[in-house]
């Protein structure tokens, strides 16, 4: 496909065929995202493979908490799990809540999951002493992350990348046999599309971009 066509026809895939995703297919699709840059070229990332029907059960047991409180906080009207306040509902009202389908549905029903994993050794967290939630570190692994869903689409394959499980890292680590340096990045789903996206909705460019300050004049 053409890049620029992948790039606008790429969607989040939440529901997949029972078709399976051959590993020969699944390697080259890591082979090309391995080309994502890293801070430093350090390339920290590390990837593990989960057909285990049992771990991804798991897997999808340790979606249900962060899930819970994503749901309680929409019904609230509230961003979900936002950085700058608590949540409204209580921890009462979010244990209480439903965990739907479709947040636990990929990850038991994809072609293969994917877990990634970022060694915080090497990132380079320039924002570490601000007073915020740290978001730096993501450059060195959230590109190979789009990379892989990016190849994916352009092998007629999908995915989308959930971290609800990320919440619950310490009992993620300790079923994958992850190392305490290791920071769980996000879960990558990755299958044939039920359905395969060509329109997606996004904002225009306009919306977003202003020219010399935060509120200057729209990039048009």
């Not at 890049?3 to 699709?29: G, K, Q, S």
């Not at 394959?157 to 959930?162: D, L, P």
Request: hydrophobic share 45%.
């Amino acid at each position: 496909m053409d890049l620029y066509d992948v790039m606008r026809t790429t969607p989040a895939v939440r529901e997949f065929t029972a078709d399976p995703l051959p590993d020969e297919i699944l390697h080259r699709i890591l082979d090309h995202a391995r080309f994502a840059p890293s801070g430093g070229n350090r390339q920290g990332v590390r990837i593990i493979v989960v057909r285990d029907q049992r771990t991804r059960e798991r897997l999808a047991e340790l979606n249900k908490p962060a899930v819970r409180r994503y749901v309680a906080q929409i019904k609230a009207g509230q961003s979900p799990w936002n950085s700058l306040e608590p949540p409204i509902p209580t921890p009462d009202e979010i244990e209480a809540t439903d965990v739907p389908e479709s947040f636990t549905k990929p990850v038991l029903t994809a072609g293969a999951v994917l877990v990634v994993c970022v060694d915080l050794g090497v990132v380079a967290s320039t924002d570490q002493l601000l007073d915020r939630v740290g978001v730096i570190s993501g450059a060195s692994v959230y590109p190979m992350v789009w990379n892989v869903l990016l190849a994916a689409r352009n092998e007629g394959f999908g995915g989308t990348i959930t971290t609800m499980a990320a919440a619950e890292e310490p009992a993620v680590r300790a079923l994958l046999g992850i190392p305490d340096e290791y920071a769980v990045a996000a879960v990558l789903p990755i299958g044939k599309p039920v359905k395969q996206l060509t329109r997606l909705r996004r904002n225009e460019v306009e919306e977003f971009v202003t020219r010399e300050t935060f509120d200057g004049a729209p990039f048009a």
